[in-house]
């Protein structure tokens, strides 16, 4: 396999144009200042009209590009060292207001930072802000009650999924080149396929803590989004710079960003065709599939074509899992405020509470032996390609039913299709631009390896960016 190449030397871009290594590289060559393009940032992230931020700090972020900058000159600067990103509006950040795209969370300012927060000022990153989400996380498109919308550059009338979506929007924008989410069932990923963006969710353990992980259940993990492999990669190894404690996960010598260059011997890649929630998948969506199994059998690995059988019990067991952490999230006010959540958000609650705590063992349970037969099915697989999700991205308000939210739920469940796999079996899963529509309309394909090789999967999508470049697409 032949390796990703490094990013080009820009031919005097815009600033918002570059990478995120091609900002650090400026910076380090003096040709452009870390205070000037977090400024130009906070200037973007002002004039949006995307629904990418729902809260912007500029007072805190000039602070911290003063502070990068300062660092960089006396060379002690870390790899991405100035580069704007943004935190998605789930992380509580010291002093600066998370809302979690909740009206009773509109006025919360937290007193302490999430770890991923501090992990990537540690890393001399600077946020200009909180890119916006749906209520609590809970629904796969972004439309909170506390900000606008987000929806996709490439066509402001369609929804940028959720619930990473802000975070999807503000790279795709060009208002920041990375940008931290999370990742339940789909959060990063299904974003990122319709913002036209690089969403990559980790293994289970790297960056979450271990096996159970910071939800409990072991779904839920951080991650990066980007416009490119190799940034995203540069991010993860920002985000995974100290072992978690109690983390199985084996160590990553030499970076994830060096992965994206090394070579692979033959890999057995199989493309996965069908959705285990049984929501039909869109011909467009398949064919950007086969034609990267397509990209990887030209350079020489074993392709084959697999069906991926409807499995409804994984997939109940995974959505009592996902009301549970809903249901788990305490509310200011208590009980007397769920009445002010959206229907949606009301619904899961509801539902958890009628599930009695053999109900949720049993589901479970379900849900890893599911999600082992699922892995076992693909067991000959270094590389399983599938949809992001089922269909390209929807309009705005499209999957949203607050007179039926168990209708919506049902909705969001055939939408999302395959991404809830990766979180069950907590393998890393990275969704790509790599299809298109005639109008021009990102679509996602999925790949997932096995546990611990987040390194083979960035080296696999190295390639695939290498061969089937997306960089000029642009909103």
């Not at 916006?132 to 929806?151: D, H, I, N, W």
């Amino acid at each position: 396999m032949k390796p990703a190449p490094h990013d080009p030397a820009p031919r005097d871009p815009a600033p918002r144009d570059l990478t995120a290594l091609e900002l650090r590289a400026a910076f380090e060559r003096r040709e452009l200042g870390v205070v000037e393009v977090v400024a130009q940032a906070l200037d973007r992230a002002s004039a949006d009209t995307l629904g990418a931020f729902t809260t912007l700090n500029p007072e805190q972020a000039l602070a911290a590009a003063a502070a990068a900058q300062r660092a960089i000159d006396d060379g002690t600067a870390g790899p991405l060292a100035g580069v704007p990103t943004a935190i998605k509006d789930l992380e509580p950040t010291r002093g600066i207001r998370t809302t979690m795209g909740s009206a009773l969370f509109a006025d919360w300012i937290p007193a302490v930072d999430d770890t991923i927060v501090a992990t990537l000022r540690s890393a001399g990153l600077v946020s200009v802000g909180k890119t916006t989400v749906p209520e609590l996380g809970a629904a796969c498109y972004t439309e909170p009650e506390v900000s606008a919308p987000s929806r996709s550059p490439y066509a402001p009338a369609l929804s940028a999924a959720g619930s990473s979506g802000g975070a999807a929007v503000a790279v795709a924008a060009g208002i920041v080149p990375v940008s931290q989410g999370s990742d339940t069932a789909g959060s990063l990923r299904s974003p990122a396929g319709a913002c036209g963006v690089v969403g990559l969710k980790p293994s289970r353990g790297l960056l979450t803590g271990g096996l159970i992980g910071a939800d409990g259940l072991g779904l839920t993990t951080k991650g990066p989004l980007a416009r490119t492999v190799r940034d995203a990669a540069a991010l993860l190894d920002a985000m995974a710079v100290a072992a978690p404690v109690g983390t199985v996960h084996p160590a990553r010598r030499g970076g994830f960003l060096g992965a994206c260059d090394e070579r692979a011997e033959r890999l057995v890649v199989v493309v996965a065709e069908g959705s285990i929630s049984g929501g039909e998948v869109d011909e467009r969506i398949t064919r950007a599939c086969a034609d990267a199994g397509r990209a990887l059998a030209g350079l020489g690995h074993r392709v084959h074509h697999r069906t991926q059988p409807v499995d409804e019990d994984l997939v109940s067991g995974f959505s009592r899992m996902f009301g549970a952490l809903a249901a788990a999230k305490p509310l200011p006010g208590g009980d007397e405020a769920e009445h002010r959540l959206r229907p949606i958000v009301r619904h899961l609650r509801e539902r958890a509470r009628a599930t009695d705590s053999g109900e949720l063992a049993a589901s479970i349970l379900t849900v890893q032996a599911r999600a082992a037969a699922w892995a076992e099915r693909f067991g000959d697989a270094d590389i399983v390609i599938a949809p992001t999700v089922t269909q390209p991205p929807v309009p705005v308000g499209a999957l949203r039913n607050d007179a039926d939210p168990a209708a919506e739920l049902e909705a969001m469940t055939r939408f999302t299709g395959n991404t809830i796999i990766a979180n069950a079996t907590g393998f890393p899963a990275i969704s790509l631009p790599l299809g298109w529509t005639d109008d021009g309309v990102p679509l996602g394909v999925m790949l997932t390896a096995t546990w611990g090789r987040d390194d083979l999967l960035l080296a696999v999508a190295g390639v695939l960016e290498n061969e089937r470049p997306w960089r000029d697409r642009t909103p």
